[in-house]
């Protein structure tokens, strides 16, 4: 009778523990399937107290975790707002950073760090959070190194610390603090009383030496002459300026940048000569190509210059080279007299010193360097030098040559006894002995003949 009530679970395949924490799921059409089996037997509402009181127990068990895992949306925000107010609390508690405190700046970042690490703050946030602590003098260095530091919470501490450092180290240069509007005033009135403005005519490097200097006697430190940039340009200077307002973050960098733009200087009007008006404009304009190649090619001619040296050079086409060079870089004749001496040597460099005293223009040298080496005179002098140093190679020869020939004179003979060679040996000397005591040699006198020479000649050294 109870073959119909019986579990349709195959106990072989399954294993108890398995049965006592799973439910099979029940659908729609397993009831019917299964009621077609027993058919109406009241049985099919039979279940096993077992598995009824596991499943009771699962369903209590998994009510109660839901239970603990809701919360309820009232409760989250409370919970949030908690969590806000303490992190509020935690960063209120730390004090702002003011100047005299910064001596001990190495103790306000740690307990910065120490709130951070507590809080778990994101590390991208902490720099930005930490400069809403500086006083203004503090802000205005962040905002000129905050490209440098780029968030970086160590690059950002260091900084500080050699900030801090600098300025205990020179408390004196820290007299113009930017601290409030008033001091910004009177910094603008500084910067317009005590230095030079600059437009873009004039020696660029000239004025910014003259800036640095300024700069330095007024006691301004890096980031106050930084701050200074805007007030000292104007017209194209100003609007570079703002146009490349982005790359400058430091004093260093915009003196780079503006040395590359600025170093060669228009013209000034005054300078412009009448009736060639447009034509230098239009140079000028576009002229810090033009420029910048002349003064490569300047400094090209004053570290390699073109060498004269007098009688061994044509001096024609020596000055020819030169004026075309001299022309490339446009060059006045008072810098092309004053440059001049570095491109003598030899017979030219001895020459310039007794003639310059006289020659004071640039026609005058080339007229001078002329007739002194490119006449007939320059030109005799030196066929008569080389004549001399001929005459002086042919004596050399000789007196090396009579005496090596005299032993060859000897040695030719082959004596086969000692008695013979000293007697051929006696025979030379003696033809010697009878040769005139004058030493002179004619520079005419080419062969040698060791009788008739008229210099006198020691007998050889003939080891026996």
């Given at each position: 009778?109870?073959?119909?009530?019986?579990?349709?679970?195959?106990?072989?395949?399954?294993?108890?523990?398995?049965?006592?924490y799973?439910?099979?799921?029940?659908?729609?059409?397993?009831?019917?399937?299964?009621?077609n089996?027993?058919?109406n037997?009241?049985?099919?509402?039979?279940?096993?107290?077992?598995?009824?009181?596991?499943?009771?127990?699962?369903l209590?068990?998994?009510?109660?975790?839901?239970?603990?895992?809701?919360?309820?949306?009232?409760?989250?925000?409370?919970?949030?707002?908690?969590?806000?107010?303490?992190?509020?609390?935690?960063?209120?508690?730390?004090?702002?950073?003011?100047?005299?405190?910064?001596?001990?700046?190495?103790q306000?970042?740690?307990?910065?760090?120490?709130?951070?690490?507590d809080?778990?703050?994101?590390?991208?946030?902490?720099?930005?959070?930490?400069?809403?602590?500086?006083?203004?003098?503090?802000?205005?260095?962040?905002?000129?190194?905050?490209?440098?530091?780029?968030?970086?919470?160590?690059?950002?501490?260091?900084r500080?610390k050699?900030?801090?450092?600098?300025?205990?180290?020179?408390?004196?240069?820290?007299?113009?603090?930017l601290?409030?509007?008033?001091?910004?005033?009177?910094?603008?009135?500084?910067?317009?009383?005590?230095?030079?403005?600059?437009?873009?005519?004039?020696?660029?490097?000239?004025?910014?030496?003259?800036?640095?200097?300024?700069?330095?006697?007024?006691?301004?430190?890096?980031?106050?002459?930084?701050?200074?940039?805007?007030?000292?340009?104007v017209?194209?200077?100003?609007?570079?300026?703002?146009?490349?307002?982005?790359?400058?973050?430091?004093?260093?960098l915009?003196?780079?940048?503006?040395?590359?733009?600025?170093?060669?200087?228009?013209?000034?009007?005054?300078?412009?000569p009448?009736?060639?008006?447009?034509?230098t404009?239009?140079?000028?304009?576009?002229?810090s190509?033009?420029?910048?190649?002349?003064?490569?090619?300047?400094?090209?001619i004053?570290?390699?210059?073109?060498?004269?040296?007098?009688?061994?050079?044509?001096?024609?086409?020596?000055?020819?080279?030169?004026?075309?060079?001299?022309?490339?870089?446009?060059?006045?004749?008072e810098?092309?007299?004053?440059?001049?001496?570095?491109y003598?040597?030899?017979?030219?460099?001895?020459?310039?010193?007794?003639?310059?005293?006289?020659?004071?223009t640039?026609?005058?040298?080339?007229?001078?360097?002329?007739?002194?080496?490119?006449s007939?005179?320059?030109?005799?002098?030196?066929?008569?030098?080389?004549?001399?140093?001929?005459?002086?190679?042919?004596?050399?020869?000789?007196?090396?040559?009579?005496?090596?020939?005299?032993?060859l004179?000897?040695?030719?003979?082959?004596?086969?006894?000692?008695?013979?060679?000293?007697?051929?040996?006696?025979?030379?000397?003696?033809?010697?002995?009878?040769?005139?005591?004058n030493n002179?040699?004619?520079?005419?006198?080419?062969?040698?003949?060791?009788?008739?020479?008229?210099?006198?000649?020691?007998?050889?050294?003939?080891?026996?």
């Amino acid at each position: 009778m109870y073959t119909s009530t019986r579990s349709q679970l195959n106990l072989h395949t399954h294993q108890i523990s398995y049965l006592l924490y799973y439910s099979p799921p029940r659908t729609h059409n397993s009831f019917h399937h299964s009621s077609n089996q027993t058919g109406n037997s009241p049985s099919i509402q039979f279940t096993s107290p077992t598995i009824m009181s596991t499943s009771q127990t699962i369903l209590e068990l998994s009510d109660e975790q839901k239970t603990e895992d809701y919360i309820s949306p009232v409760e989250n925000k409370s919970n949030l707002q908690s969590l806000r107010m303490q992190e509020k609390i935690a960063l209120q508690s730390i004090h702002k950073l003011m100047t005299k405190e910064m001596i001990q700046i190495d103790q306000w970042l740690s307990v910065l760090y120490k709130t951070f690490e507590d809080l778990a703050y994101p590390p991208l946030h902490r720099v930005l959070q930490a400069t809403t602590y500086f006083n203004d003098e503090l802000q205005m260095w962040y905002e000129t190194t905050k490209h440098e530091i780029n968030n970086d919470w160590s690059n950002f501490c260091d900084r500080l610390k050699q900030y801090a450092l600098d300025r205990q180290m020179n408390p004196s240069t820290w007299n113009h603090s930017l601290s409030t509007n008033n001091d910004i005033l009177s910094f603008e009135y500084l910067i317009g009383t005590k230095f030079i403005r600059y437009s873009g005519i004039g020696d660029a490097k000239d004025w910014l030496l003259q800036t640095m200097n300024q700069f330095k006697q007024c006691g301004l430190r890096r980031l106050e002459q930084l701050q200074a940039i805007p007030f000292l340009l104007v017209d194209t200077t100003y609007l570079w300026h703002v146009e490349n307002i982005d790359l400058i973050v430091s004093f260093e960098l915009f003196s780079k940048l503006f040395l590359q733009k600025f170093t060669c200087t228009p013209l000034q009007p005054q300078d412009i000569p009448y009736g060639d008006t447009d034509k230098t404009l239009s140079v000028v304009t576009g002229s810090s190509f033009t420029s910048h190649l002349q003064k490569t090619i300047a400094d090209e001619i004053i570290k390699k210059p073109t060498y004269f040296r007098g009688s061994k050079d044509d001096v024609r086409d020596w000055l020819d080279k030169l004026e075309q060079r001299f022309k490339m870089v446009k060059w006045s004749d008072e810098q092309t007299l004053q440059y001049i001496s570095i491109y003598l040597q030899d017979d030219a460099q001895r020459w310039w010193p007794q003639a310059s005293s006289v020659i004071k223009t640039w026609s005058s040298f080339t007229e001078a360097v002329t007739h002194a080496f490119g006449s007939t005179e320059a030109q005799q002098l030196a066929f008569e030098q080389l004549k001399w140093y001929k005459q002086t190679l042919i004596k050399i020869l000789l007196n090396i040559m009579i005496p090596l020939w005299n032993y060859l004179h000897v040695a030719l003979q082959d004596p086969k006894t000692t008695d013979l060679f000293l007697l051929i040996a006696r025979k030379v000397e003696d033809a010697l002995s009878l040769t005139s005591p004058n030493n002179d040699i004619h520079s005419d006198h080419v062969t040698v003949n060791v009788v008739t020479h008229s210099k006198p000649l020691t007998r050889p050294f003939i080891q026996q």
